[in-house]
């Protein structure tokens, strides 16, 4: 049988289904596949289509209509619409009202010649077990709006459908000025008129402005400024440029034909643990990754050289269970987890700068600026400083020493911050690098550091203020969990406390980027045992769920007034009796109904955990009632 041709693809943020109560409500963004049989939707990643997660057949659908958003939803979740079909509601959100039609449209089109289509049908949500619009508890009851379907198939049969899989065409007014560009770097946005740009992608420059700024196009019509040092014209009269060699040569860390011999002479001299670079072998068309870790020896470094991988369908992998479209999704994967290799691939060999790539322009602070005022407190890696930017806004100073064995790690977690932005993350103002000491500059937080805040005034509480804290903390896991970070060292140390004693996540250090929320640590790492799940401590395998894990462990740090967990036991005891079952006592100042939320964090199972959007939706209750 030919495969059906595809009417409309295109992401759509998914709401669960709730077929069971006990399910949390949450929300994914899906690539949706919709053909004249099949209406079918995968896991995605940057647009490309990833593992099948669900199907219907557009047979059995019997209304498709749009959806009263719910009162105060943000913009992502402003223009709903559902999918009805045998018993059970799809609900989907489009970008805007535009978006949404053509899916209405396009589902109307797939399914204008069912035999039995729905009357009426409902025009709220169905919310934790009622829908919105009539009360009514049960799924299949009646809908309680005639549904006019003859309206909308008028409607789909007298518009166009449009494509935008592509980069939208110059238009001829604009002239030679355009040309076509691709991302070197992540950008996100910070303000009106400017755009966000991935990796790899490319875009249409409609001009190039003074100041190092440049208007852009990107596939969906959206314009916008971007630093011009994040973007690179592309030779658009190159005819290969479509092959996986011209793909992969704007990158910084394919090397060419570079021998084995010179590579590792390259990697050796570089000296950094995960320096990679990506090379041609001697067969044409086999592309070789290779390697420099000190995991196996400390002193001089070991170089490993992994094949490029090509499945029979064509796709990429170093490892088997990880396949990959293109090289560069394959490399940006690795980047963030090692999966099976000797450690993740952190920078390339070619890039000598100490200086982060996000750092330049935007994020860069003139040192002469900043003026430190006292210590804050000190570590392994290097002294916190209180400061003063522009000498009128306290800052807090993050200064590591040079030649600490921590400057990469340094580096990385100013990068992570640049990507994260919320109420209940300590803020990111900037970094200064381009001497030593590198600065990473944040917020003050004037109350310090939760845990000591805990020990010297945690008696001075109400015990509504122990709630709210862990809610905040919960708040700001919520958000890393649904921005796929794992923060890997969650704990009350690494929290701050503000003037109004709103606490707020810092010290990303150890957090990194997942895809597919999991990463695994390479050989020696360190992780804070007292902390960590049975999977961190057996298998070095980190989750959003091991975060979970070490937030119940905070949880039980706030109730305690900042005992240290497992106080009696050494880490090598802690994790024995991790294993046989042992969970930390109730605190004194904990209910019977907090410890339980504390125990849902300590299940041996990381899918029996909850996630942080069903922590946080219960300890709202908590601090409600």
């Not at 006019?148 to 198939?153: D, K, N, R, T, Y």
């Not at 640590?521 to 989750?543: H, I, Q």
């Not at 007034?561 to 497992?566: E, I």
Request: hydrophobic share 35%; net charge neutral; aromatic share 10%.
């Amino acid at each position: 049988m030919s495969e059906a041709k595809i009417i409309k693809e295109g992401i759509l943020l998914k709401m669960s289904q709730q077929k069971k109560k006990i399910f949390p409500r949450n929300y994914k963004e899906r690539l949706f596949v919709l053909t004249s049989q099949t209406l079918v939707y995968y896991e995605q990643e940057k647009g490309k289509k990833k593992r099948k997660k669900g199907s219907i057949l557009t047979e059995r659908i019997c209304c498709v209509e749009k959806v009263e958003p719910e009162q105060n939803a943000p913009e992502e979740k402003k223009f709903p619409f559902q999918v009805v079909y045998d018993e059970s509601i799809l609900y989907m959100f489009a970008k805007d009202d535009a978006d949404r039609m053509d899916w209405l449209e396009s589902v109307m089109k797939a399914i204008q010649g069912n035999y039995k289509l729905s009357a009426k049908y409902h025009k709220g949500l169905w919310v934790d077990g009622v829908f919105l619009c009539c009360g009514q508890a049960i799924k299949n009851a009646p809908g309680c709006c005639n549904w006019h379907q003859e309206s909308l198939e008028l409607r789909a049969s007298s518009r166009k459908l449009r494509d935008r899989t592509h980069l939208p065409p110059i238009p001829e007014d604009e002239g030679s000025a355009c040309v076509e560009v691709v991302a070197l770097y992540d950008y996100t946005a910070r303000k009106t008129g400017e755009l966000s740009v991935v990796k790899g992608n490319r875009y249409v420059c409609l001009e190039k402005r003074s100041g190092d700024w440049w208007k852009i196009r990107d596939t969906a019509g959206s314009e916008g400024l971007v630093p011009s040092n994040f973007i690179e014209e592309v030779d658009t009269d190159n005819s290969l440029r479509d092959s996986v060699e011209n793909d992969i040569e704007i990158y910084t860390w394919y090397v060419g034909n570079m021998s084995r011999v010179k590579t590792e002479q390259l990697l050796r001299e570089k000296g950094k643990e995960g320096s990679f670079v990506v090379r041609d072998s001697s067969q044409k068309g086999v592309y070789t990754v290779s390697l420099f870790s000190r995991a196996l020896d400390e002193v001089n470094g070991t170089v490993r050289h992994y094949l490029i991988n090509v499945s029979t369908e064509g796709l990429y992998y170093l490892a088997e269970n990880h396949l990959f479209e293109s090289i560069p999704q394959m490399i940006e994967y690795h980047q963030h987890n090692g999966a099976g290799l000797l450690t993740r691939l952190r920078l390339p060999a070619t890039e000598t700068d100490l200086t982060p790539q996000t750092a330049q322009g935007v994020w860069e602070l003139s040192r002469k600026d900043v003026r430190l005022v006292k210590e804050l407190g000190s570590g392994q890696f290097g002294v916190v400083q209180l400061g003063v930017w522009k000498d009128e806004h306290r800052v807090a100073i993050k200064m590591v020493k040079e030649g600490c064995m921590s400057s990469d790690e340094f580096i990385e977690e100013a990068q992570i911050m640049m990507k994260l932005r919320h109420p209940k993350l300590v803020r990111l103002y900037g970094v200064c690098t381009e001497c030593f000491p590198i600065y990473i500059v944040t917020e003050f937080m004037s109350n310090g550091c939760l845990l000591e805040y805990l020990r010297h005034h945690g008696k001075e509480l109400q015990p509504q203020r122990h709630l709210s804290m862990c809610l905040d903390v919960c708040e700001a896991m919520a958000y890393l969990e649904d921005q796929q970070f794992i923060h890997r060292d969650l704990a009350a140390r690494n929290c701050l406390v503000d003037k109004d004693l709103s606490v707020k996540v810092s010290d990303f250090g150890m957090a990194r980027y997942v895809l597919d929320d999991q990463y695994t640590s390479s050989v020696g790492t360190k992780f804070p045992v007292k902390w960590s799940a049975p999977e961190v401590l057996n298998y070095n395998r980190f989750s959003s769920k091991s975060d979970v894990w070490a937030f119940g462990v905070l949880m039980w740090e706030v109730y305690s007034l900042g005992k240290q967990p497992y106080e009696h036991y050494d880490n090598a005891r802690v994790a024995e009796r991790v294993m046989q079952g042992h969970r930390l006592y109730r605190p004194q100042l904990a209910t019977d109904q907090i410890y339980q939320v504390m125990k849902s964090c300590w299940h041996e199972l990381p899918e029996e955990r909850p996630n942080f959007q069903q922590l946080f939706n219960d300890i709202t209750a908590y601090c409600r009632g």
